[in-house]
């Protein structure tokens, strides 16, 4: 038998003689001669092997080597070839790296001024020696430091890259103690991540009562023998006549709400059906502590919860990366009344994560703000928007299901709720029962192209509990090309009445605004308009277009780098934070 060259696995075995390389096979086409109209082509292949780098054609000459080689390649390895500079690639910009300036910091406990009781122990391994900082530390920057002459203090002392302004003799960090009494005790940034919040999450000890509560009902086995169903779900009759009048004896006793299916629908569509009525043995087999009150019976209804009242209003959109705090005041300072936090991952607000906690910080000129969460699963977003509801202060939660990005498409979330109508109404129906806030809900069209599925959607999530939907009028697939469908947006309107719609997309003037408003939509929210053009919510409340000056614009810059100092710190990570988030708005900004 002929030998086979082993295979990865999955992979079918080829037999050696059917093996080749490149060299062989442009020597055989040689000899036997070539067949008509191929001579061109081979003389531009050959011309691009010529050209072809030296680290493919090592790759493109592996594949093909013959059985023998393949033994022998282990005995003999090749020497590294040198591959050629990648081009079109400014790979020696001035930019500091984290690495590089991690090296040489100063101690937190100095900086705080508390040398003798450093939080690291021996283990630490910054400077301590201020001297010697000094003297590795980078030049500074200026002579004048925002954090200094609007508080009254800065506490980075010397680390900050503007210290010049605010350094005495043995270097001493003077404050203005007047401008500092001024600024004691006000809270200018909220929705901190406290040690012990970040330590509960860590060692998972957090209670999620609401949540687990919620996630046992969809747990329990229906009529059918299958798990899942509606825990707190009502009918949209019921909820008319339950939520918004006074409850009748006994209401309060049974937490969860049956639910009676619509004529001529299917009681296992979407496999979501009312769990069977909870047992006097089960519920008694929920340890409680204290004595019980009016909140452990009665549950809080939606006509009781807090009203979202923005129709009207323009609203900033949840932008990754770039609707960032600063940036968000610059809107807001411009005429922006709702605002919203950056797309967090509920998972990694679960682990605790001081990155993604930082993405739901509200500034106190932020009267109406909000946060958006990501997620693909019913635990999961159940239990987040729990911990939200307990821990900080917003005035609603939206739920991002229009993410078109893979990494997020892949894992369920994003668009990919769209069509996965049973963990979209678990996720909806789980965080409305534990949030005392109105509940949002922003998505697109659909996933394809030329199929909208919005419109079949929007009643579903006035039912399920969501109090307001945002459409962005492009699919998935569109991403952020091509027009946004207004016309459609528009149909989606009159289908999502009386709840309030949104409507975003191409909003880039005044007149686009004013159009906007005419499709019958409760408001709209401005996305890449504000970023090309954060002045736009100037020219809609006043209806004129803004012919901005250069000198303007410099100033709009350098507020945004005050307010990044201010959020990121003066020393030398927040420098090149906020240098990095000014050259990504940049990139739109100069549009």
Known sequence: ????????????????????????????????????????????????????????????????????????AGAEEKEPVERKRARGQNKSRPCVKPNHYEQNRLCPSVTQGCADKCFFGPRCRFLHDVGEYMALKPPDLGHRCVLFETFGKCTYGVTCRFAKAHLGDSFQNIINTELAKQWEGKALVRNNLSKDLQHQLRKRKFSFKKAEEFLRGLAKPRGDGRKGGKATGCSAEEQEVSNCTTPKEGDGDDPACPVLPEQGEDPKADG?????????????????????????????????????????????????????????????????????????????????????????????????????????????????????????????????????????????????????????EQIVRGMDSVLDVPLTVKIRTGVQEKINVAHKIIPKLREWGAAMVTLHGRSREQRYTRNADWDYIAECAQVASPMPLFGNGDILSYEDANRAMQMGVSGIMIARGALIK????????????????????????????????????????????????????????CR
């Not at 999955?10 to 001579?39: C, I, N, W």
């Not at 509801?389 to 739920?399: C, G």
């Open 1 to 72: 038998m002929a030998a086979v060259v082993a295979a990865a696995p999955g992979v079918a075995p080829v037999r050696a003689r059917f093996l080749t390389s490149k060299e062989q096979f442009h020597a055989y086409l040689r000899d036997r001669g070539e067949p008509r109209g191929q001579g061109e082509e081979k003389e531009k292949e050959e011309e691009e092997e010529k050209e072809e780098p030296p680290a493919k054609r090592v790759r493109t000459e592996g594949i093909g080597r013959d059985e023998e080689s393949r033994e022998d």
């Open 272 to 424: 979501l059906q009312s769990p069977s009525p909870r047992d006097d043995e089960e519920a008694s087999s929920i340890q409680t502590v204290g004595p019980v009150t009016d909140e452990d019976v009665i549950k809080l209804r939606p006509c009781e919860k807090r009203k979202l009242e923005i129709q009207g209003k323009l609203y900033l959109a949840p932008l990754t990366t770039c609707g960032n705090l600063p940036f968000r005041r610059i809107c807001k300072r411009l005429g922006a009344d709702v605002t919203c936090g950056e797309m967090a991952v509920c998972t990694n607000l679960l682990q605790g994560q001081a990155s993604e906690w930082a993405l739901l910080k509200r500034h106190h000129t932020e009267d109406i703000f909000g946060v958006q969460l990501e997620g693909a699963f019913p635990d999961t977003m159940t239990k987040c928007a729990e911990l939200l509801n307990q821990t900080i202060e917003v005035d609603f939660v939206d739920i991002n299901v229009g993410c078109p990005i893979d990494l997020v498409y892949k894992k369920g979330g994003g668009c990919a709720l769209m069509t996965r109508s049973n963990k979209f």
């Open 534 to 589: 954060p002045w736009l919510f100037t020219e809609i409340k006043e209806q004129r277009h803004w012919d901005i000056s250069s000198s303007e614009r410099f100033e709009l810059l350098k507020d945004f780098t005050n307010y990044g100092l201010e959020h990121w710190g003066s020393d030398t990570q927040g420098v090149e934070k906020t240098r990095k988030f000014l050259l990504e708005w940049l990139s739109f900004l």
